[in-house]
């Protein structure tokens, strides 16, 4: 029956369609919306385009001018100079037939259930054990010495989740009393990380993005922040920033927060992207598009690049960066590596040194998303190379090095989340250049972050695939 229903289906949106088609919708969609809506139109850096909830307006006409004049305001780029009014046309047909099918609960993900699925690769075979499900986006997800995993759910929930234990159930408790956070688009609670001491020294960090109105400004914009707290009794108690921008670089703009965090020898690491304005990540007299380093409580090193340097802010530790969303210590060499989500075909991974620029956007590997370059130069002299790049972009996320027994060939491998390619990836890095890139996980909805718990499981965090939002560890065959 559902079949029948189907086919009448497809044959009335045939026979709506134009008549056209020099390229299959497809495509056109793949091509120039997916990177942004989702594979599947269900959404990642921007909105679901499937779950009725129209901004913009419901009708044909609407979506198709919102797809021709774009809302640049909010980030979504103006197709008419670049896609025939057929094209959008096709479309706008093709975002219909997505919804009405979503609403059929036609539109199957590859997998249904994560947990059957087994994945080869070059040294181990394993399935997917879920571990916690929540309401929505999970944005991070990290590891304590206990077992006890700590998660960020974007819309502003901290959680602890204590998994099963000699016996006694998982338990899944909500921090309470973290700051509020400013939701919107890309902004929200992002990341979580915890003292090297930790528990000795409770620290628990969490980078959002924060409100204007939080600071004292009647603005309405954000921009991303550091908190350090302590969790007592699942509450969240001592809080202290450690670093919030003066409302001068808020703004409403809900791009690019960077926001992931490296704490050691005394130094708290973390990444601010470019907040969707691409010029300000060579300006060094303003936080975006910036690696900072400052002491664990917030103060200032003195010995920081740009301490003396006029103009700049002291916090700078390296320059020119996009939407770094990945930032991980080398177990070995304790070298700072991170991922940046670039453009449409210019995802790096960068070996983060002191006074350094990483050249965006002066040198990029990748374009526009809607497909109009930024620049012809991949680099320059004076301009960090990145170690590794894909094109086309996985659309990269958190990253951790691997340390532990159960993957023991994994040993000091950097795992590599991709989001809209729905990736896990593990490279191998020796003598600080990138030797080898395998692909682990594939498919099973957005890998947003990746941590690594005491034992050695690896704990992938999945969004969106049926409209769930889990947190799964990889579980070796033997
Ligand atoms: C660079 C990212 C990006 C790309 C690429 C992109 N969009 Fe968007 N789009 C957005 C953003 C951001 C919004 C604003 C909604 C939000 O996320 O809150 C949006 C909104 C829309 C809306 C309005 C939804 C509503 O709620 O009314 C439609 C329709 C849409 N996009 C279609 C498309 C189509 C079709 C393409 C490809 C031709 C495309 N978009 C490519 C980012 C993008």
């Not at 054990?129 to 974007?154: H, N, Q, R, Y």
């Not at 130094?267 to 300006?283: C, N, T």
Request: with cysteine.
């Amino acid at each position: 029956m559902k079949l029948y229903h189907y086919g009448l289906f497809s044959l009335f949106m045939a026979n709506s369609l134009p008549a056209l088609a020099q390229q299959d919708v497809r495509d056109i969609f793949q091509q120039n919306c997916a990177s942004c809506h989702g594979d599947n139109l269900e959404g990642g850096m921007a909105k679901s385009l499937v779950d009725k909830q129209w901004q913009y307006g419901t009708s044909d006409k609407k979506i198709f001018e919102t797809i021709k004049n774009g809302v640049t305001e909010a980030g979504m780029p103006a197709w008419g100079s670049l896609l025939s009014d057929q094209d959008i046309r096709a479309l706008v047909v093709y975002i219909q037939e997505k919804e009405y099918q979503a609403q059929q609960n036609e539109l199957k993900s590859q997998v249904s259930e994560a947990g059957l699925a087994e994945f080869s690769t070059k040294e181990y075979t394993f399935s997917l054990e879920t571990l916690a499900e929540f309401d929505s986006t999970i944005w991070a997800v990290t590891a304590l010495p206990s077992g006890d995993i700590l998660a960020t759910e974007k819309q502003g929930k901290l959680w602890l989740i204590q998994p099963e234990q000699n016996g006694k159930k998982q338990v899944i408790t909500e921090i309470k009393g973290i700051p509020e956070v400013w939701h919107r688009s890309q902004g929200g609670l992002l990341d979580v990380a915890v003292h090297p001491n930790y528990p000795k020294q409770p620290w628990v960090y969490l980078s959002y993005s924060q409100p204007s109105s939080s600071i004292g400004s009647d603005k309405e914009g954000t921009m991303t922040a550091i908190v350090r707290g302590q969790i007592v009794d699942g509450q969240w108690q001592s809080q202290q920033m450690v670093y919030s921008a003066p409302a001068k670089f808020h703004t409403r703009s809900g791009h690019h927060f960077g926001s992931r965090i490296v704490l050691h020898n005394g130094y708290v690491y973390f990444s601010v992207g470019d907040r969707g304005k691409m010029e300000l990540a060579q300006d060094l007299s303003k936080p975006n598009g910036k690696i900072h380093r400052l002491y664990y409580d917030g103060r200032i090193p003195q010995n920081n690049p740009f301490v003396k340097q006029k103009e700049a802010l002291p916090s700078i530790w390296s320059y020119g960066h996009r939407n770094p969303q990945g930032l991980a210590l080398h177990p070995l060499t304790s070298d700072i590596w991170e991922t940046e989500h670039g453009p449409r075909g210019g995802d790096e991974v960068n070996l983060i040194e002191s006074n350094k620029n990483y050249g965006w956007p002066v040198i990029t590997y990748g374009i526009n998303y809607n497909g109009q370059p930024i620049t012809d130069k991949t680099e320059m002299p004076g301009m960090e190379q990145p170690k590794h790049y894909w094109v086309p972009s996985i659309a990269t996320g958190g990253i951790e090095f691997y340390q532990g027994k159960t993957f023991a060939k994994w040993q000091n491998n950097l795992l590599v989340t991709g989001m809209a390619k729905q990736e896990l990836r593990r490279l191998v890095i020796r003598d600080n250049q990138v030797v080898e890139d395998e692909v682990l996980i594939k498919d099973q909805g957005r890998v947003r972050d990746v941590g690594v718990s005491p034992d050695g499981d690896i704990l992938v965090v999945l969004n969106g695939a049926n409209q769930t939002y889990k947190i799964v560890k990889l579980k070796v065959k033997s």
